[in-house]
């Protein structure tokens, strides 16, 4: 949900630099609520090469799906009907109630779900374990300066730039 906000503040900055350099502004807005909240579903999906398993709730998809409380009191100030902008500007981790991950339970009623014989330690070393790999893969196969070349505009991301010629 940070990350949706992030896209959204970050893509809006960025189609005002031109206006706000001309000390004018703009009449509408780039980006909206359900653009994002669909970027970060179907699109990302999508982006990722996985639109045929993910991003959306259709018969042959992976279950994964995230339910949020809507009378949390992040979320009672929006209207039923602007379900995207609850998401997308107020909801955040403590709202979401229940997490299944291809079918399978992982968090419910607000707590996470261990498999049988899961323990928490064993979980936080494999995090662990897995985060070391992948910084010493990132170090060794990258320099500074292919990091920076790595750096993108809000534009790149798919679907945007579409969002913004229209």
């Known amino acids: 949900m940070t990350q949706m906000r992030l896209l959204l503040q970050s893509t809006r ?25 669909r970027l970060a579903t179907i699109d990302g999906a999508h982006c ?13 998809k992976k279950a994964d799906l995230i339910l949020i409380d ?3 009191p992040t979320a009672l100030g929006i209207a ?10 107020h909801a955040n981790v403590g709202d979401i109630r229940w997490v299944i991950v291809d ?6 009623d607000g707590k996470l779900v261990l ?3 899961q323990s928490w330690a064993a979980i936080a070393t494999e995090l662990e374990t897995s985060r ?25 991301i798919m679907g945007i ?3 913004l010629e229209d």
């Open 13 to 37: 900055n960025y189609y005002n630099e031109g206006y706000i350099a001309r000390d004018r502004l703009s009449r509408r807005l780039p980006l909206t609520m359900s653009d994002v909240f």
């Open 48 to 60: 990722l090469g996985m639109g045929h398993l993910l991003g959306s709730i259709e018969r042959g």
């Open 161 to 163: 730039k579409d969002i």
């Open 70 to 72: 809507s009378r949390s």
């Open 132 to 156: 070391n790999r992948l910084m010493k893969s990132f170090d060794e196969n990258f320099s500074t300066d292919e990091i920076e070349e790595l750096k993108i505009k809000p534009t790149d």
């Open 115 to 117: 498999d049988q014989g």
């Open 80 to 89: 039923r009907d602007q379900s995207a902008a609850a998401i997308v500007l």
């Open 103 to 108: 079918g399978q339970m992982k968090k419910k």
